[in-house]
């Protein structure tokens, strides 16, 4: 056992000296960490006319329904409706606007809720199409009487954001 324990002493003492020397300059700017934290830009494709973009995703984002993705290279938001019914209409609608864009959602349903994320894949990145299709959904959800949804603060927000399983289980009237 001893034998074992100066073993491993010896290994380990010339790896706290390196991790010591790296951690006295950090590689990077703490300004520029903490806006990126705070103020995340999109990771718009290639070839988008970035400052329309940039105008174009802020004013969506702005009321915080649409979020930025964790990736920066999508936006993402949680409809709700009073129905399962509507739910399927709703998709349905934006289904046949992305017929006609060419343009596809990630998105998932369970019962009232559906959650949509726009990214475009090639080129990867935010693109103008991203910016349409949200909008288009937007517009669908009001037509509809999509419910309003409590924000989640910072702190709940998951890093894969969407429906968890059971989301559609809660006793009725008790539903956010
Ligand atoms: C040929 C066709 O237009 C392309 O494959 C489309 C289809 N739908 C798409 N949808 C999304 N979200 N991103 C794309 O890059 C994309 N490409």
Redesign the pocket.
Known sequence: MPTVLSRGSQILRPLHRASFKQSRSPPFCWKQLLSMSTNPEPLFSEGEDHEQLSNDAAALLADGEWTLSHDRKGIERRFQFKTFNKTWEFMNLVAADCKKM????EWSNIYNKAHIR?????PIGLSAK?IHMARVCNAHAETLGALPIPQETEAGSSATPGLEAGDCCVPKGTNP
Do not use: Q, Y
Not at 102 to 105: A, G, L, N, T, V
Not at 118 to 122: A, D, G, L, N, V
């Open positions: 060419k343009h596809h959602p726009w990214t475009t894949h090639s991203d």
